[in-house]
């Protein structure tokens, strides 16, 4: 039996259920509020993290870790190329947005919206998410010129670069902080891969207190 | 040509030139002062992050994508295992110090004393490294344990995980952060790593302006 530890908002763990729809890996779905440091949780990963990924008696956590491991493992369809130089682009990409992009908006925005008030630690501070709001900006505008040039972000097709942005830009999109009008490329981008089966689940996903726009489950947005 | 633009106080930096050392790959090392945002520099990576490194006419940035693409074209020696599982620990680890450790020390304690004053951004603010300080003796408690199991970090043999945390403790060792007669499965395997004459030529950068402690290049420490 395989099973999936996760946070509905995170995109770590959207990625991964993306990554798991793709390859049609059947997971029972575990939501874990990780914050709460659950005694068993701990013991599964004493990181305290989500994702965290079980099959049998084995246990990944670290989305990167996870991605790697399916894709070794279960490698129909790929989510990377065979070329060697363009699986050091998709990964180059999913590394950004995981990491600096992570850092620059998800913890700015995400975070101070969301994740203060659902773990219960303290209020958001506005001079936070403005600066997120601002790097928001500078990375949409990144994203736009690679998309002005490619038909999908890392290459002509499908990779997991583009699960892993869409899953940072999903989780943004469910408090309202993407203006997609201002990005076109970007736009057209998100609805051919919003429109996609395994990314159904996901939207229709609702966090208690707090209420997704009305086009962040459409698919003419 | 082989190129490497780094910084050599960067543990991501440190890690890449240790895996091309191992893997006998001649590279012309570049310092780059990245904080200044040289033109041509960003032109070469619009993150404006180092390391980057360079092969004829390829250019990959993300110390990660550059690790998993030299891992992939110059296997010998193997800096991953064979086995799918095993695989997988060496990343959740490696991505452990890469993420989790790197905001929850590196940031808080390399980076207020050391790349505040280089990079003229400020005076390093002491809760900050204080906090950075309590979490380093979590993460090395942690080694610790798993240590007092394993030959190395992640199994019974050498892998890029060691690379990687050697990369990290390394970097704050230079400014005489970790106790190492505090945790000594964790000492043992610092000197088997130390001894490594890839390791050697890192040992000897200096940084201006900050002298690493004595016993920073004893192996016998």
């Given amino acids: ?26 997971v029972e779905l575990i939501e874990e509020k990780f914050w709460e440091k659950r005694v068993q949780f ?17 246990t990944i956590s670290d989305s990167n870790a996870i991605f790697e491991y399916l894709e070794e493992k279960y490698n129909d369809p790929p989510l990377l190329p065979d070329n060697l130089e363009l699986r050091a682009e998709c990964r180059r990409l ?12 998800t913890e700015r925005v995400l975070y101070e919206r969301v994740y203060k008030k659902v773990m219960k630690r303290g209020y958001p501070k506005s001079e936070i998410i403005k600066s997120g709001l601002k790097n928001l900006k500078f990375h949409l505008n990144y994203l736009n010129w690679l998309l002005e040039k490619r038909k999908w972000i890392a290459c002509d097709f499908l ?9 940072h830009l999903s ?10 009008q201002e ?8 609805s051919k891969i919003k429109s996609r089966p ?24």
Avoid: Q
């Avoid at 701990?42 to 084995?58: Q, R």
């Avoid at 990005?183 to 998100?190: E, G, L, T």
């Fill in 159 to 167: 990779t997991i670069s583009d699960f892993t942005v869409a899953s």
């Fill in 42 to 58: 701990i013991k599964i990963n004493h990181a305290g993290e989500v994702p965290v990924y079980v099959e049998n008696l084995l």
């Fill in 94 to 105: 999913s590394n950004w947005f995981d990491f600096k992009f992570h850092k620059e908006v």
């Fill in 171 to 180: 989780s943004l999109d469910y408090i309202s902080d993407v203006n997609w």
């Fill in 198 to 221: 395994t990314f159904r689940p996901i939207l229709s996903d609702l966090l208690a207190g707090f209420n997704p726009p009305e086009h962040y489950n459409d698919l003419d947005f």
């Fill in 1 to 26: 039996m395989k099973k999936l530890y996760h946070f509905s908002l995170s995109p770590f763990c959207r990625k991964i259920r993306l990554i798991l729809g793709e390859k049609k890996i059947d």
């Fill in 183 to 190: 990005f076109s490329y970007v736009k057209d981008w998100y």
